[in-house]
């Protein structure tokens, strides 16, 4: 067609002719920018997503009110960005990236989500474009970067996990290939249990050893923990043992199915599913020996046990090595003369001296606040507070002041002693 044909479409043609026009690759820039500005958005839709029309357009179209239309910037910058990478061109791929970010800011969640599958591989966006997709709170826009992004360095990640993030972030950042020991024990060391499945799940994930630890620590209430632990390609020999001890049977018979394990390792599993069979018989025919028992409530056991003065650390060691944690919570909780609600505010702060501040007030030993801070908390051996030479790692007016911030100050009720250590 001629050049005046082309103008004549433009300007009177039907919606599906000026489509036409617009998706070639031929046509005038000048042509593209009056398309740029068409009354259907439809057309506007074609202009954006062709790789020929000017900047000078994109420009305009990054601000339109259809949203469809600055969705269809996001892929056709992306294709774009590789090749402006030359001094040359430096001017244009600063406006590039200028309406990359608008992009990234818009107010539409599907325009912002569409840019971010965009670029989602590419190493030629700034960092600080990727940080702002990275750091949405709707997930569908941030987890595409997570995922992928070669531009999110450790640090970066770090402080997106440590930071106010979308749900589910953690997991897409567990996705990761790879995942560094550092982050992989931010996430290990979070409340995000589903994101602490993905992690182990990933077999390019950097998982320490002590960090396997404590995760095999927690892991006996965390079922959907269970197939990836007992599949991950690398786990210490000891660790595999443990987990014979809790894990469905079915997922027992994968274990004595790993081709590293070690005869004493496979002797250890086989004698810990022999355990739980007898144990697992001897408990059904007592249960058919005796009559049926009323299950107790935790409140009801924590008030029975104080009654019969064995409310105290023993009882809550043994309920942290089962795995109970209701009956923590609430045992904790009655030693301190405070609310349940109260336990919670501490563990959720994630705050390791007011961990210890609270044991410390509940009569518990330093040990058991460590252990607290640990199972409970979902600290890292690193940022918990340990004992220090079996005492308190804080002084008592430290302890009492850290009660005081979680809204704990009749202070007639500090400990007479610090509790003995376990």
């Known amino acids: ?58 420009a305009i179209l990054v601000l339109d009110q259809d949203v469809d239309v600055r969705s269809g910037l996001g892929p056709k910058l992306a294709r774009l960005l590789p090749g402006l990478s030359d001094a040359a061109r430096a001017s244009v791929r600063d406006r590039v990236l200028k309406m990359v970010e608008q992009l990234a800011r818009d107010e539409a969640e599907k325009v912002r989500a569409v840019l971010s ?36 360095g450790e640090a970066d990640l770090l402080e997106i996990i440590a930071g106010r993030h979308a749900r589910g972030a953690l997991g897409a950042i567990a996705s990761r290939d790879p995942v560094t020991a550092a982050v ?42 269970h197939p990836p632990l007992v599949d991950r390609p690398v786990m210490p020999q000891r660790l595999l043992s443990r987990l014979a001890a809790f894990v469905a049977e079915a997922l027992v018979a994968r274990l004595q199915q790993r081709k590293d394990l070690d005869p ?20 059904a025919r007592e249960a058919e ?14 008030r029975r046990l104080r009654a019969e003065g064995s409310l105290d650390e023993d009882a809550v060691f043994e309920a942290l090595d089962k795995g109970d944690r209701p009956f923590v919570r609430a045992a904790v909780a009655a030693l301190a003369h405070t609310e349940p609600e109260t336990f919670d505010r501490v563990i959720s702060g994630r705050s390791a001296k007011g961990m210890v501040a609270l044991a410390w007030r509940a009569r518990l030993g330093p040990r058991l606040a460590y252990q607290l801070q640990l199972r409970m908390g979902g ?7 340990a004992p220090r030479n ?31 250590d376990r």
């Open 264 to 283: 004493q390792t496979r002797v250890a599993i086989a004698n810990a599913l022999g355990a739980r069979t007898a144990e697992d018989e001897g408990s």
């Open 289 to 302: 020996a005796k009559p049926e028992k009323k299950i107790e409530l935790v409140e009801d056991k924590v």
């Open 184 to 225: 992989a024990d931010a996430i290990a060391y979070s409340n995000d249990t589903a994101a602490v499945a993905t992690l182990l799940a990933n077999p390019l994930a950097q998982v320490r050893e002590e960090t396997l630890d404590a995760l095999v620590e927690r892991a006996p209430g965390q079922v959907e923990w």
């Open 117 to 152: 599958e965009a670029i989602k591989r590419l190493d030629c966006v700034p960092a600080d474009i990727v940080k702002i997709l990275a750091t949405d709170m709707a997930l569908l826009v941030a987890e595409p970067v997570l995922r992928f992004s070669p531009m999110l």
């Open 379 to 385: 600290l890292s051996p690193r940022q918990a507070l």
């Open 1 to 58: 067609m001629t050049v005046e044909q082309d103008n004549a479409l433009a300007r009177t043609g039907s919606v599906e002719q000026r489509r036409g026009l617009a998706r070639r690759k031929d046509l005038t820039p000048e042509l593209l920018y009056f398309l740029a500005g068409d009354a259907n958005a439809e057309v506007r839709q074609e202009v954006a997503g062709n790789d020929t029309t000017p900047w000078q357009a994109d």
């Open 390 to 420: 079996g005492e308190w790692p804080l002084t008592p007016d430290e302890m009492i002041w850290h009660l005081e911030f979680f809204g704990i100050t009749d202070a007639q009720l500090r400990p007479v002693s610090q509790g003995r």
